[in-house]
């Protein structure tokens, strides 16, 4: 089935409008590269959309438009629809943490005259691409009195940054030989942090200067690292790539592209018979797990709170909410690249420019771990999309036998709710900077509304 090159509609105000859009998706993932900033940057935005705090409701009509947080990792966006809350909700469901390395709890050392901070990676990095590359520094750091200091050096022009340092070729011919998953190994991935040494100071005196430093400027001691999250990413904005200007570069499109389009859908969209929601987790690079990841009992808890302000609640109503809830699990696809084809089975493969992708099973192998959507769900969204004239492509990721991933859909799917991933295709996935085509951002924006528009039980 041939599915045309979303590009070819697009010329004029429509060309504009995709292009300005795409500028509003460049911000937010240039100045959110941590799960942290994507919930205060997304509360600033639902607020200038009329959304309040779910805390300022003591009863919830249709047509209110409210957010609530988890943590400061998770959000959610709800606009209260005419029909109760038990008939099910439209969501859309995406994850808003991304590979990166972060610093351990006991990070700062000194060797040869260097002083570097010892790291562990975090979700399915390629470690070899993170070296010789200039990273920034973002997170949050607690003083015993709970004191909040906010961290985030390597953004601005000013900034210094650090890196990861790698041998050079001339003497690593052992090294060469390894495989690429061991060629740099995960304790080998500690970043470079300052040179100078502190006068005055006979043992480990640029360890000392880099902690005065820190002193100075965020009045931190060496042990309030225990009590910090800090992560690593690449430093600098997203990127126009190509000399058309027609894709993103950037970092952290998986899955923050489907996060930004997702919420967006929900605050752009008109008002809906059903409630609608957009739902961004944490955690879904290692598992969905714990109290920020989708296998925790938050989503529940917000919509027994829904049902509890909106009529008399029982169990029984939660659980019809849950099983009659319509989802799209918001998530990246693998993107055929032209330098790697044999990976991919061509007939079901996600083409950048073809605009949103649908998978009907993740998971690897034999379909292991994935949610596998009910056939009549799908033709309700086919008709959804082709009613309101948005190009969509199903896809697989990759040849059965080479892989394989998981998103967060089989987590919802354990309530009996269907759901179906539903996202952009992403070339160089989990790498330092990936890709997307600017045409599948806006036509997964399109896509969301018009799902969370009219999707209904079936």
Request: one cysteine or more; a negative charge; proline letters at 3%.
């Amino acid at each position: 089935m041939y599915q045309k090159n979303a590009w070819s509609k697009y010329e004029g105000d429509s060309l504009n409008e995709l292009m300005k859009f795409n500028e509003e998706y460049k911000e937010f993932i240039s100045l959110c590269k941590t799960e942290r900033e994507c919930v205060s940057y997304a509360i600033k935005l639902c607020e200038k959309y009329g959304f309040k705090s779910l805390k300022e409701f003591k009863k919830l009509n249709s047509g209110d438009k409210v957010y609530v947080t988890n943590m400061n990792r998770n959000i959610c966006a709800f606009v209260i629809g005419d029909k109760p809350i038990e008939d099910g909700i439209n969501v859309l469901g995406a994850h808003i943490d991304s590979p990166r390395i972060d610093l351990k709890q006991n990070p700062i050392y000194e060797a040869s005259n260097f002083a570097l901070a010892d790291t562990h990676y975090y979700g399915g990095i390629v470690k070899y691409q993170w070296v010789s590359h200039p990273l920034a520094l973002h997170g949050v750091i607690y003083k015993k009195d709970l004191t909040e200091i906010n961290i985030n050096i390597g953004e601005d022009e000013n900034d210094p940054v650090v890196c990861i340092t790698d041998l050079l070729p001339h003497l690593a011919q052992q090294k060469n030989t390894k495989p690429a998953n061991t060629v740099i190994e995960g304790e080998d991935l500690d970043i470079t942090i300052g040179h100078m040494p502190l006068n005055g100071e006979e043992k480990d005196a640029v360890k000392a200067n880099v902690l005065k430093l820190l002193k100075e400027k965020y009045d931190i001691e060496e042990e309030d690292f225990i009590s910090a999250e800090i992560e690593i990413v690449p430093a600098g904005k997203a990127r126009d790539l190509g000399l058309d200007r027609s894709m993103v570069l950037g970092y952290g499109h998986d899955d923050r592209v489907c996060a930004y389009t997702s919420l967006r859908a929900v605050l752009d969209a008109p008002k809906c018979e059903s409630t609608i929601c957009a739902f961004l987790v944490d955690k879904e690079e290692i598992g969905s797990v714990g109290a920020t990841g989708a296998h925790s009992k938050w989503f529940e808890n917000i919509i027994a709170e829904l049902i509890s302000l909106t009529t008399d609640y029982s169990d029984l109503k939660l659980r019809h909410a849950l099983t009659n809830t319509r989802m799209l699990s918001s998530d990246v696809s693998a993107g055929v690249d032209p330098l790697y084809t044999s990976v991919f089975e061509t007939k079901n493969a996600a083409y950048l420019g073809k605009g949103i992708c649908y998978n009907k099973y993740t998971g690897s192998r034999g379909k292991s771990g994935c949610n596998d959507a009910d056939p009549k769900y799908i033709a309700q969204i086919r008709e959804i999309m082709d009613s309101n004239n948005i190009n969509y492509q199903t896809a697989e990721l990759g040849k059965v036998d080479m892989g394989g991933g998981g998103t967060i859909a089989y987590i919802l799917g354990n309530y009996g709710m269907n759901v179906i991933d539903a996202g952009i295709a992403v070339l160089s996935m989990h790498a330092p900077n990936e890709v997307v085509s600017k045409v599948d951002v806006f036509e997964a924006y399109k896509a969301y509304i018009a799902f969370v528009v009219n999707a209904k039980n079936i």
